[in-house]
C-alpha cells in the first residue's frame, strides 16, 4: 500500500503520447475532468494509409508543449496545483511514448512531484468509469481499439481477468484494413461507421467468425471474406458491403461480450477503445444488453478514443493504491494490461 495521500483534491497532470494523438488533460480527484486536449495527427498519417512511428514520434514532440499550456490555462490553475504528473507508459510505439514519458519525469523532476507511469490499456478502462461513476462492480469491458480487441472482467481498481481476445486481428484493424481494400482511406473505422448507414446489412451474409465458440474472436477470416467478395463481385456497392461487414463485426462483439456478462454476473456492461465509437455497436449494444437486463455504459465518442483524462484517472488510483512510479520507469512498448509500469 501506498503512504502517498491521494483525495478529492488531488491534481493530476496526465500526458498521452502513445500513437497518434496528442494528449494532455488536468484532473481533479480521479474523475473531475478540469481539462482535456487532443491533437491528432490523422491528417500527417492519412498520406501513408497508416500510422508512420517516426513521424509520429516528431510530431508528438512539436504537439506535446503547446497541448500541455493549453490544457494547464484551460483548467484554470497555476502550474504549482499540480500535484503529480502522469504519462502514457505502454503500451504503444516505442518513440512515441518516450516523447511523454521524458517530458513527464522532467516536470515532475523539476516541480519535485510524483511521476506516475500509466498503462494505456488500464487507462481505457477508467475513460467509461470517469463518464458513469455510479457503475458498480464487477464489470465487463469491451476494449476495441486499433491494437486491442479484448473482453475484460473488472472486479474493481486494478483488478482485472481477461476472459477473452483476438486471435488475430484487432477490430479497429480489420475496420481500417477493410477500409484500405475498399480505398475509402484511413482510418477506416469512422468511413465505414458513415457509409454504412447508406447501405444494406443484409446484402451480403458475411460469416460470424467462432459465434458459438467461447469468448475470444477472431477478425482476419471475416476480412479475407470481404476482400474474396469483393473480387468475385467487383460491382457490388461498397456501401452494402461495409453495412454487412460491419453487422458482422457488431453481432459478434455483442454476442460475446454479453455472454461474458452473463457468465460472471457482472452489474454492468461499459464499451471502451476507438472502435466503441461506432454508431451500430452502441445501438446494438444498448439494445441487446438491456434485452438481456445489463446496465450497458457507453463513454462518450471523445473518451472512446485516445485522449489523456482516462490517464490521470487511471493515475489517481495508482498513486492511491502503489504510490508514484520511479524516476527510472522507462517506455514499454509491449506492456500487458495487468502489468503495474515501475
Ligand atoms: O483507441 P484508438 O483511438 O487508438 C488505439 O488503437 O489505441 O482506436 C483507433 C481505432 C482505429 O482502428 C479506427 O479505425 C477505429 O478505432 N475507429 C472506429 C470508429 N472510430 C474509430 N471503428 C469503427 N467505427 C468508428 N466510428
Ligand atoms: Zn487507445
Known amino acids: 500500500m501506498s503512504n502517498f495521500v491521494v483525495n478529492e483534491s488531488t491534481v493530476i497532470l496526465a500526458l498521452e503520447t502513445s500513437c497518434d494523438e496528442t494528449a494532455a488533460s488536468v484532473v481533479?480527484?480521479?474523475?473531475?475532468?478540469?481539462?482535456?486536449?487532443?491533437?491528432?495527427?490523422?491528417?500527417?498519417?492519412?498520406?501513408?494509409?497508416?500510422?508512420?512511428?517516426?513521424?509520429?514520434?516528431?510530431?508528438?514532440?512539436?504537439?506535446?508543449?503547446?497541448?500541455?499550456?493549453?490544457?494547464?490555462?484551460?483548467?484554470?490553475?497555476?502550474?504549482?496545483?499540480?500535484?503529480?504528473?502522469?504519462?502514457?507508459?505502454?503500451?504503444?510505439?516505442?518513440?512515441?511514448?518516450?516523447?511523454?514519458?521524458?517530458?513527464?519525469?522532467?516536470?515532475?523532476?523539476?516541480?519535485?512531484?510524483?511521476?506516475?507511469?500509466?498503462?494505456?490499456?488500464?487507462?481505457?478502462?477508467?475513460?467509461?468509469?470517469?463518464?458513469?461513476?455510479?457503475?458498480?462492480?464487477?464489470?465487463?469491458?469491451?476494449?476495441?481499439?486499433?491494437?486491442?480487441?479484448?473482453?475484460i472482467e473488472m472486479r474493481g481498481?486494478?483488478?482485472?481477468?481477461?476472459?477473452?481476445?483476438?486471435?488475430?486481428?484487432?477490430?479497429?484493424?480489420?475496420?481500417?484494413?477493410?477500409?484500405?481494400?475498399?480505398?475509402?482511406?484511413?482510418?477506416?473505422?469512422?468511413?465505414?461507421?458513415?457509409?454504412?448507414?447508406?447501405?444494406?446489412?443484409?446484402?451480403?451474409?458475411?460469416?460470424?467468425?467462432?459465434?458459438?465458440?467461447g469468448l475470444n474472436v477472431s477478425f482476419s477470416g471475416l476480412k479475407t471474406s470481404v476482400i474474396n467478395y469483393v473480387k468475385k463481385n467487383p460491382d457490388v456497392a461498397n456501401v452494402d458491403v461495409a453495412a454487412s461487414f460491419q453487422a458482422a463485426v457488431v453481432d459478434v462483439l455483442c454476442t460475446k461480450t454479453i455472454r461474458a456478462a452473463q457468465q460472471i454476473g457482472a452489474k454492468g456492461i461499459v464499451l471502451g477503445g476507438g472502435v466503441s465509437a461506432n454508431s451500430l455497436l452502441r445501438a446494438q449494444m444498448s439494445e441487446r444488453g438491456a434485452a438481456a437486463g445489463f446496465k450497458v455504459a457507453l463513454p462518450s465518442?471523445?473518451?472512446?478514443?485516445?485522449?489523456?483524462?482516462?490517464?490521470?484517472?487511471?493515475?489517481?488510483?495508482?498513486l492511491g493504491a502503489d504510490g508514484p512510479s520511479s524516476l527510472s520507469c522507462g517506455a514499454y512498448p509491449n506492456l500487458k494490461l495487468d502489468a503495474v509500469p515501475r
Open 157 to 213: 481498481h486494478g483488478d482485472y481477468t481477461v476472459l477473452g481476445r483476438t486471435i488475430d486481428d484487432a477490430a479497429g484493424e480489420a475496420y481500417d484494413k477493410v477500409a484500405r481494400y475498399l480505398d475509402l482511406g484511413y482510418p477506416g473505422g469512422p468511413v465505414i461507421d458513415r457509409i454504412a448507414s447508406q447501405g444494406n446489412a443484409e446484402a451480403i451474409d458475411f460469416p460470424r467468425p467462432m459465434e458459438h465458440d
Open 28 to 151: 481533479m480527484g480521479g474523475n473531475d475532468v478540469l481539462s482535456s486536449i487532443v491533437s491528432s495527427q490523422i491528417e500527417i498519417h492519412a498520406r501513408f494509409g497508416g500510422v508512420v512511428p517516426e513521424v509520429a514520434s516528431r510530431a508528438h514532440m512539436e504537439a506535446l508543449i503547446p497541448v500541455m499550456q493549453s490544457a494547464i490555462t484551460e483548467a484554470g490553475i497555476l502550474p504549482s496545483r499540480i500535484d503529480a504528473v502522469a504519462a502514457t507508459a505502454g503500451p504503444g510505439l516505442i518513440g512515441a511514448l518516450l516523447v511523454g514519458v521524458s517530458a513527464a519525469k522532467s516536470l515532475a523532476l523539476v516541480w519535485d512531484k510524483p511521476f506516475i507511469g500509466v498503462n494505456h490499456l488500464e487507462a481505457h478502462l477508467y475513460a467509461g468509469l470517469l463518464d458513469d461513476p455510479t457503475l458498480q462492480f464487477p464489470l465487463v469491458v469491451l476494449l476495441v481499439s486499433g491494437g486491442h480487441t479484448m473482453i
Open 301 to 318: 465518442r471523445a473518451m472512446c478514443t485516445d485522449n489523456a483524462a482516462m490517464i490521470a484517472a487511471a493515475a489517481w488510483h495508482r
